[in-house]
């Protein structure tokens, strides 16, 4: 892929912005990578479609997996995947063990503490899922949000942070590996899970027609960006990997990965 005119000399005046820091460890990624010559992206396997190990290879399969080929490619190198969990997804690419994060990883105030993000690429929604025969107990998410109810969610991922504030009364339950948030209701240890309505759409609503998104009152700002995760500190990388989404937003391309993973749930958000 070949950057504008406009992003190239954007890029060349941040040069000047550079942190010390940055400049102790060699200059900015955006060179460090194409030096190398490879790119290492963070990615949990375990998020269909985003993210999901291939049952016959055990390879990385989906949505951010194409996402990250398709900027290696563009920036002249080699991919090489490396497993995370989402727990420490942030720790590591702190601790420098990957370059970037993609695995369909939501901006949240909390992680850009510590973190930076490109522009957004897909907005998917969070959603309460419970069971179809608790529709007339649970009618809207003031209903769920009750004493005795209780909600379980993914540890360390988006849905977790944004259950505990919007959800204030029910119990929220977090659950690791090898344990699902959605397999907690349908064992009844939980009367919904809350997670991603894409992921539902894609996966879980197929697999299990006992459960059902919960609509009815959906709290304000639970409309989500997923984006690629990136260290903080250097804008020469973030301005091109910004200018990156942009380019394959004009070119349609985010468009067409829609379509192949996430055909059926409606138009790209």
Known sequence: MRLDRRH????????????????????????????????RVGTTGDYFPYSFRDVKTGGF??????????????????????????PTLVAGLMARKYDIAATGVTVTPERAKAVSFSKAYLRPTFIPLILKK???RFKSWDDLDQPGVTISVQQGTAPETM??????????????????DFT???AGRAQAAFTDNLYFLTKI????????MLTQGARPGTDTENAIMTPQGD???????????DARTADGFFDRLFKIWFEGTGPAP
């Open 8 to 39: 190239l000399l954007i890029s060349s005046l941040s040069l000047a912005l550079v942190s010390p820091a940055l400049a102790q460890q060699g200059g900015t990624l955006l060179d460090r990578v194409r030096k190398a010559g490879l790119l």
């Open 61 to 86: 399969q989906g949505y951010e997996i194409q996402v990250a080929e398709r900027l290696a490619t563009d920036l002249g190198v080699k991919l090489q995947l490396v497993q995370a969990t989402w």
């Open 134 to 136: 608790d529709m007339e």
């Open 163 to 180: 259950a505990k504030k919007v959800f204030t009364r029910a119990r929220i339950l977090s659950v690791a590996d090898p344990v699902i």
């Open 184 to 186: 907690e209701v349908l």
């Open 205 to 212: 609503g197929r697999e299990y027609p006992q459960l059902t």
């Open 235 to 245: 804008p020469v990388w973030l301005d091109w990997l910004n200018g990156w989404v």
